[in-house]
């Protein structure tokens, strides 16, 4: 029997990105819901167009790509810009525009107050809103209610504690990121061409760390008698 093939990757494909995500992935909605959201009124600064220089990101590219983060569970700023690179989901988000880690912290430190208000608004919107009737959907690890249940009656005692409860997530979103972008290392791999080539040329020597471990176990058996 043979194993089951893949194609070469040197074979060439011919697909766009809208075909590669389906019409219910979440990115539709966080691109629909990114549209209609007024910058002014959350208190984003709006980039002007530059004339000379290198052109500024779109304001709302930032957004797609926080909102993306927070109902992904990604509490870093590295992370999402490396997202960006290797997750067709945002490449589909962002038309293939890929940020940096700079561009996309010091964003979130320009605007900490403006993406407060854009995440209480889009989770008061997914909770409030019939795109989910009769099901549950995951935001940030935890399960927000959909409008037709039984518990959709609000009263002012639980529209209030409904708020608190997004103000808590939203803040507790922000300060994960924060603490992320502050303390994260970089435990990747350099100069990973070099390192390919260095294992074409070499060949990996297990036979020498077989010896090592035998050396080892005969050292701690002297030591022991």
Not at 25 to 44: H, T, Y
Not at 101 to 107: A, G, K, P, R
Not at 173 to 197: C, F, G, M, T, V
Not at 202 to 208: A, G, P
Request: aromatic residues 10%; charged residues 30%.
């Amino acid at each position: 029997m043979q194993f089951i093939s893949g194609i070469s990757r040197h074979q060439m494909r011919i697909s766009s990105l809208e075909d590669a995500i389906s019409p219910d992935n979440q990115v539709r909605f966080i691109d629909a819901f990114v549209s209609f959201v007024d910058l002014s009124k959350l208190g984003f600064e709006v980039k002007t167009l530059k004339k000379e220089g290198r052109p500024s990101y779109n304001t709302k590219a930032f957004l797609k790509i926080y909102l993306y983060g927070y109902l992904n569970g990604i509490r870093s700023s590295r992370k999402l810009a490396k997202e960006c690179f290797r997750n067709i989901e945002i490449q589909w988000l962002l038309e293939d525009i890929r940020p940096n880690y700079h561009s996309i912290s010091d964003f979130r430190k320009d605007n900490p107050v403006a993406l407060n208000k854009l995440f209480k608004l889009f989770v008061s919107f997914l909770k409030d809103a019939d795109l989910i009737s009769g099901e549950t959907i995951a935001i940030d690890g935890t399960k927000s209610r959909a409008h037709n249940s039984k518990k959709a009656n609000f009263n002012q005692k639980k529209i209030d504690k409904h708020l608190a409860y997004i103000e808590a997530k939203t803040q507790e979103y922000l300060d994960a990121l924060e603490e992320n972008d502050s303390n994260e290392k970089r435990p990747e791999i350099q100069n990973i061409q070099q390192k390919i080539e260095r294992l074409k040329q070499n060949k990996l020597r297990y036979e020498m760390l077989e010896e090592k471990t035998k050396s080892q176990r005969r050292a701690s058996n002297k030591h022991y008698r």
